[in-house]
């Protein structure tokens, strides 16, 4: 099973700031299937970014995720009031599908 | 707009079968992946497994030997079996439609998700 450790496991921001989060994968992930979602408190997750680097349809430029083999990056570009969340990154390349942990983006 | 929503008891008790359905509107369930994932409290979200609408299903190990996920196409709706079941699958449930992506599928509509509980 591939685990995904995401970190860092909380991130305090302010609006309009840049917010970087990492997921690392404990085995290659296979051509790039590496997905982000966003929770919010009693929400279901939400597809983001698929493919390590698309955007999911409808989802802000701001929003943008890079990486591939074991480390991922999604990046929020500047910070939107309705960005505060936690992230989750899965990958979906091998079974078991698997997620990270999850980043918690607060307000600082 | 495609739309998910979950049904079933709120509680379980120990030892019992935990059955769930996921009812599928604004669009046909005669394509895609349909998934179920849970995230216990405080917890990462945990995959359990898949039915293709062709009826080929695909079970993460852990739940391999007690679950079973089916497909109702006449009512367009597919449902969740986890027997023999423990205060660890203390959960929130939620459905999802898998959309094929190569050799994976993207989780792009789910439900709002439906708290269970084990407990006596």
């Known amino acids: 099973e591939i685990v995904l450790t995401q970190s860092p496991g909380t991130l305090s921001l302010s609006p309009g700031e840049r917010a970087t989060l990492s997921c690392r994968a404990s085995?290659?992930?296979?051509?790039?299937?590496l997905a982000w979602y966003q929770q919010k408190p009693g929400q279901a997750p939400r597809l983001l970014i698929y493919?390590?680097?698309s955007r999911a349809t409808g989802i802000p430029d701001r929003f943008s995720g890079s990486g591939s083999g074991t480390d991922f990056t999604l990046t929020i570009s500047r910070l939107q009031p309705e960005d505060f969340a936690v992230y989750y990154c899965?990958?979906?390349?091998?079974?078991?599908?698997?997620f990270g942990q999850g980043t918690r983006v607060e307000i600082k | 707009q495609v739309q998910l929503q979950e049904s079933g008891p709120g509680l379980v008790k120990p030892s019992e079968t935990l059955s769930l359905t996921c009812n599928v509107s604004?669009?046909?369930?005669?394509?895609?992946?349909w998934n179920w994932i849970r995230q216990p409290p405080g917890k990462r979200l945990e995959w359990i497994g898949y039915?293709?609408?062709?009826?080929?299903?695909?079970?993460n190990p852990s739940f391999t030997s007690r679950v079973t996920i089916s497909l109702d196409t006449s009512k367009n709706q597919f449902s969740l079996r986890l027997s023999s079941v423990t205060a660890a699958d203390t959960a929130v449930y939620y459905c999802?439609?898998?959309?094929?992506f190569g050799f994976g599928e993207l989780l792009t509509y789910w439900g709002q998700g439906t708290l269970v509980t084990v407990s006596s």
């Open positions: 493919g390590a680097s």
């Open positions: 999802a439609r898998g959309d094929s």
């Open positions: 085995q290659s992930v296979s051509s790039s299937y």
């Open positions: 604004g669009g046909s369930i005669s394509t895609y992946y």
């Open positions: 039915i293709h609408y062709s009826g080929s299903t695909n079970y």
């Open positions: 899965q990958q979906y390349g091998r079974s078991p599908r698997t």
